[in-house]
């Protein structure tokens, strides 16, 4: 395992030299190869409800948001966007939402393990901050990994932008994930305002220590419906970097080239997946819906339909000389 320091992470999130961040940029992409491969991985993303209880400030779900067009999915309509996702070949399904507790913890569970059994892929959740209790049934349900982004190691940033939320739950959210036998994955907003490049080493250095199996960087890109409106927005250079040297320090980890990145940039997704990336997330929420899923705004892809995204993303690993998985893309730490 690389022995970055801080001190080496921070200068070289601060390095100008065109040259050296190239060599960045290789480094990272030759241990992408030596470590996950040369494939690609697709999960398909179910966006299934736009509601949230928490206010976060970056975000565009966030509940005081009045106006948002706020939805939700059936289970039904759940189930048949995952059904969908495996009939285009997809071997994971990403069931992602705002944290609504709208749906009951029986009927979520009924859904995960209808999936399982009639469908055969993976799935990965992504519903937010729950008890350890509702963690373990889940898991008892079917699901095998789970997404929980802390955002920022800072403590004090961490209060400021999520000022309903506890620094320590989260992270109690994710030692409790992986003693439960999840594979977890999290991640941080890159740019986030008043984030330093130390804090971001800090990041770094966090998701080596939690020996993360999944790790997902996220550009902060500027909601004008957040009290944030009026910030710039992350730089693609930075997610770059940071998308580099994250794959060097931890080795296997399953990185995407996030939605975000090519919204930042048309290109941003292909940059990434040249810089240590190896995963992408087509988006397979039913079209009606994809637009209402407002994170962020001018989000890509919002008009094609779930085989078009499949098309498209097909195409950009072929252009970069790589062939998509045809394993579920389990952890490589197990």
Excluded at 110 to 122: F, P
Excluded at 141 to 166: H, Q, V
Excluded at 258 to 264: I, K, Y
């Amino acid at each position: 395992m690389p022995n970055f320091t801080k001190r080496h992470i921070v200068e070289l999130l601060k390095e100008t030299n065109p040259e050296n961040i190239a060599e960045l940029y290789r480094q990272a992409d030759r241990v992408r190869q030596e470590q996950v491969g040369p494939t690609v991985h697709l999960r398909g993303l179910i966006e299934f409800s736009s509601f949230c209880r928490k206010d976060c400030l970056y975000c565009g779900l966030r509940r005081s948001n009045g106006r948002l067009q706020r939805y939700r999915m059936s289970l039904e309509e759940i189930f048949a966007a995952a059904e969908n996702a495996r009939l285009l070949g997809f071997k994971t399904v990403v069931l992602q939402s705002g944290e609504d507790s709208h749906y009951s913890l029986d009927d979520f569970c009924s859904l995960v393990a209808r999936i399982k059994k009639e469908l055969r892929v993976a799935v990965t959740l992504c519903i937010g901050e729950r008890t350890r209790e509702e963690y373990a049934r889940l898991k008892e349900a079917g699901a095998d990994r789970y997404l929980i982004r802390f955002e920022t190691s800072d403590p004090d940033l961490f209060a400021r932008m999520k000022p309903d939320s506890t620094y320590e739950n989260r992270f109690r959210c994710l030692q409790d994930l992986r003693e439960l036998g999840y594979q977890v994955g999290s991640g941080n907003l890159v740019g986030l305002p008043g984030q330093s490049l130390e804090s971001l080493a800090d990041d770094i250095l966090k998701f080596r220590e939690l020996e993360l199996d999944m790790v997902g960087l996220g550009p902060f890109i500027c909601n004008p419906d957040t009290p944030l409106y009026g910030f710039a927005n992350s730089t693609l250079d930075m997610v770059l970097r940071m998308t580099a040297l994250t794959r060097i320090v931890t080795e296997n980890a399953h990185i995407p080239a996030t939605t975000a990145t090519g919204t930042l940039d048309e290109t941003g997704r292909q940059q990434a997946l040249s810089c240590g990336a190896n995963v992408i997330m087509p988006n397979l929420t039913p079209p009606e819906y994809r637009k209402l899923y407002q994170l962020y705004p001018d989000k890509i892809c919002l008009n094609e339909d779930p085989g078009q995204c499949k098309t498209c993303v097909t195409g950009m690993i072929a252009g970069l000389g790589r062939t998509v998985a045809l394993d579920r893309g389990d952890s490589l730490r197990i």
